[in-house]
């Protein structure tokens, strides 16, 4: 069965239930290094850094990601005092639970919550003081939605953290293997793509309620060149999350995926020097 209100043009039904135990692995890292980066080099350099004090949601968390790159890049004693942590699909909430049960975080919740209506939970209004909402919007049927209750939930000078793909490398990946198999097939669609365009983010986060004045929007770029990694996003790329791209192919044509994938994954590490990530990181302030 699908999960509650998945985005029509993910690859598979039921997509991040099946994700949900090898996500970390078979994503690189890419989306917890970014975030990581993003705390130590923005966040905490703003004037609204992260401290003991603070009341922090991971929304869309996947399986606890900004959970866990808090830990990664706070010392322990600014790790913030309560933190939220919710996906709409239970799988990962319980791949959050389990990855956090020994974590230093002094307070986290994991909670099956829809970030686009987070009312009908009783998150209340002006709550947190740090939302974090990584790599997810493209994914929402409702994006505008959810930037609204982050809004709503937000304090007043509270921070937001907003982030999407500008390349997301492992679809242009993808593309490169069906176009070397079958060329004459349509390629895997990816859901939201507007949504690498400049400006688009930035476009919902206003319709979602945050002032022009108060956003800010920086370019991040992380070049995953190291073996592991690049084993992992292999991974992903010739597994059954991506069976979409194979829609239509002869058992031969199957056959031939892996080495196509691989010779994808050389040409782009030839030409980038790893596989290359290019993401939209906002900041927006309530
Ligand atoms: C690409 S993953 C990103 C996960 C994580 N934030 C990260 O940084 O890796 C997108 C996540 O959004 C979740 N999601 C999609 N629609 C949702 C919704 N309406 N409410 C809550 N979570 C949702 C999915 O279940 C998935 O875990």
Do not use: K, R, T, V
């Given at each position: 069965m699908a999960s509650p209100a998945q985005h029509p043009n993910l690859p598979l039904p039921d997509y991040f239930s099946k994700f949900a135990s090898v996500y970390v692995r078979q994503t690189g890292h890419a989306t917890l290094n970014i975030l990581a980066d993003v705390i130590k080099e923005s966040v905490q350099t703003s004037a609204n850094p992260i401290g003991p004090d603070s009341v922090v949601h991971d929304t869309a968390a996947g399986p606890g990601i900004g959970a866990a790159a808090l830990v990664a890049s706070l010392p322990k004693d600014q790790l913030p005092k309560e933190m939220l942590v919710s996906d709409n699909v239970p799988m990962m909430v319980s791949a959050a639970r389990e990855s956090l049960?020994?974590?230093?975080?002094?307070k986290v919740e994991c909670k099956e919550l829809d970030s686009q209506d987070l009312s009908s939970a009783s998150v209340?209004?002006?709550?947190?003081t740090h939302s974090i909402n990584n790599f997810s919007i493209f994914t929402f049927v409702r994006p505008a939605d959810a930037i609204r209750e982050t809004y709503r939930t937000l304090r007043p000078g509270g921070l937001a953290i907003v982030t999407c793909w500008r390349r997301f490398a492992p679809v242009i990946i993808v593309h490169a293997a069906q176009k070397r198999i079958r060329p004459d097939l349509p390629l895997m669609p990816t859901p939201?793509?507007?949504?690498?365009?400049?400006g688009v983010l930035q476009r919902v986060v206003e319709e979602g309620g945050f002032v022009k004045d108060n956003i800010t929007v920086l370019d991040k770029t992380l070049v995953v060149a190291d073996e592991e990694n690049i084993a992992g996003l292999t991974m992903l790329m010739s597994g059954?999350?991506?069976?979409k791209a194979r829609e239509g192919y002869t058992a031969e044509e199957e056959a031939r995926w892996a080495d196509a994938v691989k010779e994808s994954v050389k040409g782009e590490v030839d030409q980038f020097g790893g596989i290359r990530f290019e993401a939209y990181v906002l900041l927006a302030t309530k």
């Open positions: 049960a020994a974590s230093p975080l002094p209340p209004d002006n709550h947190f939201s793509p507007q949504f690498f365009e400049e059954p999350m991506m069976s």
